[in-house]
C-alpha cells in the first residue's frame, strides 16, 4: 500500500526501498501492481493532510550539530581510514 501510495502521485519521482531480507522483498515485489482507488489517498488524506511534517514534533529542540558548528563533520584526522 505505501509504494502505490508514493507512485499516485506525479510529485514523487522516485519510491526507494530498501529490503533486509529476500522475504522483505518479496512482499515488496508482490505489492508491484497494487493500484489505489481515489478515495484511498483522499482517506489518508483527511488524517494527516498534504504538506503536514510529522518528524517536527518539539520544535523547540535544536540537535547539537545545528547549533555548533564543530559537530557537523569529524575532524581530518578522524576521516582518514586506517589499514589494520
Do not use: C, K, N, W
Amino acid at each position: 500500500m505505501a509504494m502505490a501510495f508514493a507512485v499516485a502521485y506525479p510529485g514523487v519521482t522516485s519510491a526507494v526501498i530498501a529490503p533486509r531480507t529476500m522475504s522483505h522483498l518479496e512482499d515488496l515485489l508482490a505489492g508491484v501492481g497494487v493500484t489505489l482507488d481515489d478515495d484511498v489517498p483522499d482517506q489518508i488524506g483527511a488524517i494527516v493532510p498534504p504538506g503536514v511534517d510529522l518528524g517536527q514534533l518539539d520544535v523547540s529542540y535544536v540537535p547539537p550539530p545545528l547549533q555548533q558548528a564543530a559537530l557537523r563533520r569529524r575532524s581530518v584526522a578522524e576521516r582518514a581510514a586506517t589499514v589494520a
